[in-house]
Structure formats: C-alpha cells, structure tokens
Nanobody, 123 residues
C-alpha cells in the first residue's frame, strides 16, 4: 500500500514563504521511489489547477502564475517532493495537493494523490 502525505501548509502574510512537503511511504516496507510528481491547487469555487511538476529526470515545469516564485524539487532519496513558495500572494490561497508517480519493487508504477494541505495567505 502506497501513501502520499502533504505537509507544511499554514497561514502566512502576503510576501511570506512556505515550504510544502509531499512524502511517499509504502506500508509493506518495499523499496520504492517517486519517479515524477506534480503539485496542484484548488481554491474555493474553482477547479483544481496544475502549479508545478518535476519529471523523473528532474526537469521542472511551472504554471505562469508561479514562475519565479515557486520551486519544485525532490530529495536525494527520491521519497519526498518539495514546493518552496516565496513571495506569496493572497490569490495563492488554496488547498495544495501532491500527485506522485511511485514505483516499488512489487507494484507497477502508479500515480497517487495526497489528502491536501491548506495554504492561506493574508493580505
């Protein structure tokens, strides 16, 4: 069983920073890794939108509305993906979700969603 859990959300003033984490785990104890991953966000009354993604080779891509402010990265163990968010704006307020493609020794690679973490930016 693969789990993906986001953390790091919270309340921050406009112009502030937060770092979100997306950690994968496998209950069987099998060796695993995050191949590729993406961060999405969903504000109240709006559709979920892609914020940033990282490929298995480390190539990154960003939505225009976060370019130059957000940075997506993976740790060297390939089990955690981060989203560093700087110069936060009120309009960045949303629930942030991680979608990670995880491969294990016994399961075929598959994409998993986390439960989301709330980011609230006060103006």
């Amino acid at each position: 069983q693969v789990q993906v859990v986001e953390s790091g959300g919270g309340l921050v003033q406009s112009g502030g920073s937060l770092r979100l984490s997306c950690e994968a785990s496998v209950t069987s104890g099998s060796i695993f890794r995050i191949n590729s991953a993406a961060w999405y966000r969903q504000a109240p009354g709006k559709e979920r939108e892609l914020v940033a993604s990282i490929s298995s080779g480390g190539r990154t891509s960003y939505a225009d509305f976060v370019k130059g402010r957000f940075t997506i990265s993976k740790n060297s163990f390939q089990n955690t993906v981060y989203l560093q968010m700087n110069s936060l704006k009120f309009e960045d307020t949303a629930v942030y979700y991680c979608n990670a493609q995880v491969s294990t020794a016994i399961l075929v690679p598959a994409n998993y969603w986390g439960q989301g973490t709330q980011v609230t930016v006060s103006s």
